[in-house]
């Protein structure tokens, strides 16, 4: 069973940054594309970034040129760096193999306010 397991979420100022990591366990990454998502409050789960096993990398337009997914398959961990947040970035934030998800980790939060 696979386990994921996101961090690295907080409080931040608009124009702040946030480093999100998710390691997972019970399964190597190195040979799915992995994905980042979010959840704000009263909305669904959307899809924001995804990283394929070759590195190859693609974004939603709502985080383009603010974000850069990558990974780190020894690490067995995905990162999401976040510039430049936004209020509207507040939300939990997943990340998940794309575009059959395992089971859901717990998120981490992120909350944009001043």
Same mark, same amino acid.
């Given at each position: 069973?696979?386990?994921?397991? *996101? ?7 608009? &124009?702040?940054?946030?480093?999100? #990591?998710?390691? !997972? ?14 959840? !704000? ?11 394929? #096993?070759? $590195?190859?990398? %693609? ?5 383009? &040129?603010?974000? /850069?997914?990558?990974?780190? %398959? !020894? ?8 510039? !430049?947040?936004?209020? *509207? $970035? /507040? ?11 395992? $089971? ?6 992120? /909350?944009?306010?001043?």
């Amino acid at each position: 069973q696979v386990r994921l397991v *996101e961090s690295g979420g907080g409080l931040v100022q608009p &124009g702040g940054s946030l480093r999100l #990591s998710c390691e !997972a366990s019970g399964s190597n990454i190195r040979f799915f594309t992995m994905g980042w998502y979010r959840q !704000a409050p009263g909305k669904q789960r959307e899809w924001i970034a995804q990283v394929t #096993s070759g $590195d190859s990398t %693609n974004y939603a337009d709502s985080v383009k &040129g603010r974000s /850069t997914i990558s990974r780190d %398959n !020894a690490k067995n961990t995905v990162y999401l760096q976040m510039n !430049a947040l936004k209020p *509207e $970035d /507040t939300a939990v934030y997943y990340c998940n193999k794309w575009p059959v998800p395992w $089971d859901w980790g717990p998120g981490t939060q992120v /909350t944009v306010s001043p």
